[in-house]
């Protein structure tokens, strides 16, 4: 899969993400970005502006552009699966903000074309890369044996902007959407066999929006373990957490934001955590010297999809009110 220098690269997106992957995509001589496409006029103008690339009418006229190589998708989640499935059979490159897709389902098959048709597609998770989770992996056999974990991220934002992270369609389902919390937990404990998820959302007056949600999922692991993922964000809430735990039989590790502790005997040990300023462009990086050398990801679009499966299992579960085996679900 080996590909020559310079890659030619098309953007679909605008907003925090596009922004921050065209500047490192511009950082590296081994990469030209030539054109974005965007949702907004005025977004997509000041874009071209700052990069000083053109901008193309549609997503569907920068995917079939013969002129590019590699495709960045950083738009809207309910667009994800349809864009890389487009792109990838337009026989280019691609990277994705995750989710890969709204359902496992979508997800598999996608991966699955990739392999077909012999291209790179790659579901950017940063939040491996960053300070915190790589202060987990360091720690986390000083815990001993691990019995729980719990991960929780609650965001107040009053009033909820009429945005599209508000929008049940676009958005999707809350731990799908927020793909990384339970993409973090996969990648440090391994493999969740049954799911069972609760989920409640604040209608907002037009009904294609939430103005809240809440929602909260138990995870059992192969190893025996148990953990506990709860995402909430919008008006309902009055104060904000970013709390993960980790405790076994040796120590309990504990990470409020950025700070974290080992706690053992009765004893707390400060933690060294890394900066989260620059993880856009390791992952940049990581993908162009996997395409220009052969060098290792630092992680694979099937761990992606395997915590997608968790994800939607957590939707399915939520549906039914029952548990839900993840060796049986097939989305």
């Not at 940063?126 to 691990?146: K, N, T």
């Not at 009904?207 to 309902?236: D, H, I, M, N, T």
Request: charged share 20%.
């Amino acid at each position: 899969m080996i590909v020559q220098s310079p890659l030619r690269v098309g953007i679909v997106g605008t907003g925090f993400a596009a922004q921050r992957r065209a500047e490192a995509l511009q950082a590296d001589g081994r990469s030209q970005l030539c054109y974005v496409t965007g949702n907004t006029p005025e977004h997509t103008d000041r874009f071209c502006q700052t990069f000083n690339i053109s901008a193309l009418p549609s997503w569907q006229a920068l995917v079939d552009h013969s002129g590019l190589d590699l495709v960045v998708i950083a738009t809207i989640n309910r667009d994800h699966a349809t864009i890389a499935q487009a792109a990838l059979e337009a026989g280019k490159h691609v990277i994705v903000e995750y989710p890969l897709a709204l359902d496992y389902a979508s997800a598999l098959a996608l991966l699955a074309l990739a392999e077909v048709q012999n291209k790179l597609l790659h579901v950017e998770h940063i939040e491996l890369l960053g300070g915190v989770h790589q202060a987990l992996r360091r720690y986390l056999p000083d815990v001993g044996e691990v019995f729980a974990a719990r991960y929780v991220t609650v965001m107040p934002q009053a009033p909820a902007p009429r945005r599209w992270t508000y929008h049940y369609a676009d958005f999707g389902f809350p731990l799908v959407a927020a793909l990384s919390r339970i993409n973090r937990f996969t990648d440090l404990l391994g493999e969740v066999i049954s799911v069972n998820s609760q989920a409640r959302f604040w209608p907002a007056s037009d009904p294609a929006f939430f103005r809240s949600c809440l929602c909260q999922a138990q995870l059992q692991f192969r190893s025996g373990l148990w953990a506990e993922v709860v995402y909430g964000k919008g008006e309902v809430f009055h104060s904000g957490d970013r709390l993960f735990t980790i405790d076994g039989d040796r120590g309990s590790l504990r990470f409020d934001g950025e700070t974290g502790v080992l706690i053992q005997s009765g004893e707390n040990q400060p933690l060294e955590v890394g900066s989260r300023r620059g993880l856009f462009a390791q992952d940049t990086a990581n993908v162009l010297d996997h395409l220009l050398t052969g060098t290792a990801l630092y992680v694979h679009a099937r761990e992606s999809v395997a915590a997608l499966k968790v994800a939607d299992a957590a939707r399915h579960s939520v549906k039914t009110g029952q548990p839900v085996s993840l060796e049986s679900f097939d989305g």
